[in-house]
Nanobody, 117 residues
């Protein structure tokens, strides 16, 4: 059974930094794309950043230059380094993983990130 376990959320002041981690387990084959999404109350879940197995990345415009996504393929782990955090970054952050030839999206349980002004 696939499991994605996130860690690293918390409360931080504006301008601060946090690093999120997400470790995937339960399947031996290589993960294709991994990403981070976020959802604030009353708002749909949206993509923040995504990284392919080969290391290609894309970011939502609002986090470009502040957030960096990376992954360790050997550990099936994806990271999100978040710098210069703003109150509008406050949300529950979800890890996402997709495997080749599998149409399903796999999600972590979510980790709360709160940025105070």
């Amino acid at each position: 059974q696939v499991q994605l376990v996130e860690s690293g959320g918390g409360l931080v002041q504006a301008g601060g930094s946090l690093r999120l981690s997400c470790a995937a387990s339960g399947r031996s084959s290589s993960i294709n794309a991994m990403g981070w999404y976020r959802q604030a109350p009353g708002i749909q879940r949206d993509l923040v950043a995504q990284i392919t197995r080969g290391g290609n990345t894309n970011y939502v415009d609002s986090v470009k230059g502040r957030f960096t996504i990376s992954r360790d393929n050997g550990k099936n782990t994806v990271y999100l380094q978040m710098n210069s955090l703003k109150p509008e970054d406050t949300a529950v952050y979800y890890c996402n993983a997709r495997w080749p030839f599998d149409p399903a999206d796999y999600w972590g349980q979510g980790t709360q990130v709160t940025v105070s002004s």
